[in-house]
C-alpha cells in the first residue's frame, strides 16, 4: 500500500494556522471557494465507480475491454507565487473526484501559503499539506518518481526551477494567467470577488467590439456574449461564475490509468 514517507510529518502545516486562515477568509469569500469545488466535482462526474471496466463490441466483430483505475499519489507544488485559491482548487479537485487517495500539497520556497489558498484546502478535505525546503522537495520526489506506483505532479508555482518527467510520472504545468478580460454590464461582475480570487492578474476592461483586438488568457462576459467570447479565450466565465474557476482541456482522466484490450466478440 503507497504511503508518503513519515518524514513529512515534521512539515505538516499546524491545524491553528488552517484554522486562523479559514477564519480569516469572509464567509462570502469562502462561498465561492465552496461554489468552485461543487462545480468542478461535478464536471468531474464525482458520484462515477473509481474503478472501472467497460465491454464495448463493435462493427466487424470485435471487442475492447477498458479498465481504469485511479493514480496512486498526487503532489501539487506551489510557491509564494501561488496565491490563487480557485486556480489551486480547479487543478486539485479533479484529483479527488478521480479517486486518488494520497494527494500531498507541496509549498516550496520563501514565504508562506495565502490564507485564501489555506482555506480553500481546508473547505475542499485536504489535510496533507507541507512546506518544504528545496532539498526537501528534491528528496521526496526523487523515490516517488523511480518508485514504480504511477502517480502525477501539478505544477502550480509562480516560478518553477525544474520540469519533472519518468516513466511512472504524469505532470501538469498550470498555465500562466497573467490577464483577465472583464465585460462590465451594470453591476456585474463583482471585482471585488475578482481581485480576491485572482490577486496575481491584471483585469483589463474590454467590449464585446474589441476582442479580437486584446491578449488576454481569460474572459469575463456577460452570459449573452459567452459563445463571441470562446473564439478569443480558452477560459471564459459568465456574469455570477466570476468566482470560479476551471482549467481547460484539464480533468479527471488526467489521474487514471487506462488498460486495453483488443477481443474477438462472442
Known amino acids: 500500500m503507497f504511503e508518503f514517507p513519515l518524514w513529512l ?19 462570502p469569500q469562502r462561498a465561492w471557494l465552496k461554489k468552485t469545488i461543487a462545480q468542478v466535482y461535478g464536471i468531474n462526474s464525482p458520484d462515477a465507480p473509481s474503478r472501472t471496466w467497460n465491454v464495448n463490441t ?9 479498465s481504469s483505475v485511479p493514480l496512486e499519489w498526487t503532489v501539487l507544488l506551489l510557491d509564494a507565487e501561488s496565491v490563487s485559491p480557485v486556480r489551486i482548487l480547479a487543478a486539485l479537485v479533479p484529483a479527488l473526484a478521480a479517486g ?4 500531498l500539497a507541496v509549498f516550496c520556497g520563501e514565504g508562506d501559503l495565502s490564507q485564501s489558498v489555506l482555506a480553500g484546502f481546508e473547505l475542499a478535505g485536504l489535510e496533507d499539506v507541507v512546506k518544504l525546503p528545496q532539498d526537501k522537495v528534491e528528496e521526496l520526489l526523487a523515490p516517488l518518481m523511480a518508485g514504480g506506483e ?11 526551477d525544474f520540469v519533472l518527467h519518468g516513466p511512472c510520472l504524469r505532470y501538469w504545468r498550470a498555465p500562466e494567467i497573467s490577464s483577465i478580460s472583464v465585460c462590465k454590464e451594470e453591476d456585474s461582475p463583482d471585482m471585488d470577488v475578482l481581485a480576491f480570487v485572482h490577486p496575481d492578474v491584471e483585469f483589463v476592461e474590454v467590449d464585446e467590439d ?28 459568465a456574469h455570477g461564475q466570476e468566482g470560479c474557476w476551471l482549467w481547460n482541456g484539464f480533468n479527471s482522466s488526467f489521474f487514471k490509468r487506462e488498460s486495453v484490450a483488443l477481443a474477438v466478440a462472442e
Open 210 to 237: 474589441s476582442f479580437d483586438d486584446v491578449e488576454a488568457d481569460a474572459a469575463v462576459v456577460p452570459a449573452e456574449i459567452v459563445g463571441d467570447a470562446l473564439m478569443n479565450f480558452n477560459v471564459v466565465l
Open 58 to 66: 463493435w462493427r466487424g466483430g470485435f471487442e475492447t475491454e477498458v
Open 9 to 27: 510529518q515534521d512539515y505538516q502545516i499546524e491545524d491553528e494556522v488552517f484554522g486562523e486562515a479559514y477564519e480569516a477568509t469572509l464567509p
Open 150 to 160: 504511477e502517480g502525477a505532479v501539478l505544477d502550480l508555482r509562480g516560478t518553477p
Open 100 to 103: 486518488v487517495k494520497n494527494v
